[in-house]
């Protein structure tokens, strides 16, 4: 058998139960794709003596029967994720050589699987990106590159989960851990030509994520399609007492909701989201997605969600404020990153380590939210995001009494080339105007790759649903990906 790093995880996981492949054989052929894939940056650091003796452990437990649906699966862990002994950076200088003595549940959870790590993948330093440009380890490249009369040019994965949507569709791992605070699961799925589902807040433990906004933070999963989406999600969720917002349900069989049958269902087509400026071909994808939603057998209906213009403002100030006081405790002091200056105090160190240690968008994040908290400024501008937020998860709540989910495109381009955007915060930020709502309410959203755009880019579409419904949020990704039927494949030029 050849290419065993491009079988799908449902695919594996069945040829695995049956004898007729070895979690050895799989680990193998994947570390050997991690190597060929180092052009790309997807990984800082590969573990591939742990990844060995995890898949002997998982073809043991296969053999006395006690196979899981993550059983000897290789996957890749995005670098936000605490894992026991290994580099773990959220890829921040100030974090430089911290190695943690204790396991984040999410991947945790994945172990108690049965999976297996193949290493850890670079991120926009503390998730704080939408193309991965901000890493201490450099840029993530998109196996997806751009063709030009002049040739082709590298194109940004989106971010911050660029390392884990780089390795899935780069065929260097079968799936991936990421984390989505404002869209960084499903913008960098979109750009990529992956599935990527962000669960609800509160599906998933936080313990042992690196935190960005705590408020938002929550893991995901990036995957090759919607049944390893549902397969893998399955495995990272679940109540954790650790974690005060982790909530106490029951987590469903969520591959067992890809019934194919949508009938009757009622589909929400925002009027908000036909932004101005928006390209036709993003409109273009959205109508058919409405088609394809129709032909299923769904009810299109009309829908207003009219505080998503203050999405994107309310979000810049609440992730930021959250930000500054997370960050705070990176001080040169317990761990990581410590700047030793002429003379004697704290203080002259903690600013020489922190000027040295974050990045200079991590730095303007945690001014901006230092800013919005401080004396005088935090009635006018905090409190105020916070009321405005209330209002747009208000909006969702009325929505979802007309409909059972909503349509939306992802991200309002395709992948971009590098630099193209860095010297212009704002129009960075502008990527996250489609994805940010759900954050900031708190509900699942999926992006689903349905079609390329004039230049050969992948495009995605987006379905949010109702809190702690992933199920129908799954149901109709998988209709829409099987009318989509996205084939489409990389060239894979870095091998």
Not at 156 to 163: E, Y
């Amino acid at each position: 058998m050849t290419d065993l790093n491009k079988l799908k995880i449902a695919e594996a996981r069945d040829l695995l139960g049956k004898g007729e492949l070895s979690s050895v054989e799989l680990t193998e052929a994947h570390i050997s794709a991690v190597e060929a894939s180092k052009p790309l940056n997807a990984y800082i650091e590969s573990t591939s003596e742990i990844a060995r003796t995890q898949a002997k452990s998982a073809d043991a437990q296969i053999k006395a029967g006690n196979q899981k649906g993550m059983t000897g699966i290789p996957v890749g862990i995005k670098d936000l994720f605490a894992t026991k002994g290994v580099h773990t950076q959220a890829c921040s200088k100030i974090l430089d050589g911290f190695k943690p003595e204790y396991e984040s549940t999410v991947t945790q959870n994945l172990w108690d699987d049965g999976a297996v790590m193949l290493g850890k993948l670079n991120m926009d330093e503390f998730a704080m990106g939408s193309s991965n440009e901000t890493s201490f380890y450099g840029n993530v490249l998109n196996p997806w590159r751009l063709k030009t009369a002049a040739g082709e040019k590298d194109t940004v994965p989106g971010g911050s989960s660029g390392g884990s949507v780089s390795a899935v569709a780069g065929f260097a791992a079968m799936g991936a851990t990421a984390s989505d605070t404002g869209g960084s699961i499903r913008q960098p799925a979109a750009f990529t030509g992956t599935f990527g589902i962000k669960p609800t807040y509160g599906r998933c433990s936080r313990f042992g994520m690196v935190a960005f906004a705590s408020s938002l933070d929550q893991a995901g999963v990036i995957t090759r399609d919607v049944r390893d989406g549902a397969i893998m999600l399955e495995s990272i969720s679940g109540f954790d007492p650790k974690d005060s917002t982790s909530a106490k349900l029951d987590v469903p069989n969520f591959e067992a909701a890809l019934t194919g049958d949508i009938k009757g269902l009622k589909v929400g087509i925002p009027a908000e989201y036909r932004l101005e400026g928006t390209p036709q071909e993003i409109l273009d994808i959205w109508d058919k997605g409405i088609q394809w939603m129709k032909e299923a057998g769904a009810e299109i209906v009309e829908i207003s969600l009219p505080h998503t213009k203050y999405a994107l403002p309310t979000y810049y100030i609440v992730a930021p404020a959250e930000a500054s006081s997370n960050l705070a405790r990176y001080d040169g002091v317990r761990y990581g990153l410590r700047e030793t200056v002429d003379g004697d105090g704290l203080i002259p160190m903690y600013e020489e380590t922190r000027a040295a240690g974050f990045g200079e968008e991590v730095q303007r994040r945690i001014m901006i939210g230092t800013y919005v908290l401080s004396a005088g400024y935090y009635d006018a501008y905090y409190l105020k995001a916070q009321r405005v937020r209330q209002l747009i998860s208000r909006d969702f709540k009325e929505a979802f009494e007309k409909c059972d989910v909503i349509l939306t495109p992802t991200a309002p381009s395709a992948a971009f080339e590098f630099g193209a955007k860095s010297d212009d915060p704002l129009a960075m930020y502008l990527n996250d105007v489609f994805t940010v709502p759900a954050s900031l309410a708190g509900i699942p959203g999926s992006s689903v790759p349905a079609g390329l755009d004039k230049d050969g880019l992948p495009l995605g579409l987006q379905i949010l649903g109702k809190a702690w419904d992933e199920e129908t949020v799954l149901k109709v990704s998988h209709v829409l990906e099987m009318a989509a039927a996205f084939t489409h494949q990389p060239s894979e030029w870095w091998r």
